[in-house]
């Protein structure tokens, strides 16, 4: 089950939607499949300074293998070599095509959830 929890105004992001979209669907599929993953809440608010929107995806409970590195990123090595893998690094690599970040958030045993910040469109900054 996938919960969803969208802050009243947001700023515009103008990005790819289908490239959105498929990001989207990999961080919910990797947590919803993962331990713990009976459910997960996709929530969407302004980053702090305006300049954008972060989803957070929190797994209902459990943790998936992983964690932060040395400088505070996620640490994709330590995932599962399989499909759940191979989705976080082009999940990866599809933020950074969009102009965004995406982050591990810790768990007591790995990674609890994802962040994903993108950026305003200029007009909205």
């Given at each position: 089950r996938i919960h969803l929890d969208v802050a009243q105004e947001l700023p515009s992001v103008v990005t790819d939607r289908g490239r959105l979209m498929v990001l989207l669907a990999?961080?919910?599929r990797?947590?919803?499949h993962?331990?713990?993953g009976e459910s997960v809440t996709i929530s969407a608010r302004p980053v702090p300074s305006g300049a954008g929107v972060e989803f957070l995806f929190r797994q209902g409970s459990g943790s998936l293998p992983g964690g932060k590195d040395g400088a505070g990123e996620c640490s994709w090595r330590f995932i599962r070599e399989d499909t759940d893998g191979i989705c976080l690094l082009l999940a990866e690599r599809i933020a950074r095509l969009l102009g965004g970040t995406l982050r591990c958030t810790d768990?007591?045993?790995g990674i609890a959830g994802f962040l994903l910040e993108l950026p305003a469109s200029p007009s909205c900054t």
């Open positions: 990999n961080l919910a990797t947590l919803l993962g331990p713990g768990g007591q045993s």
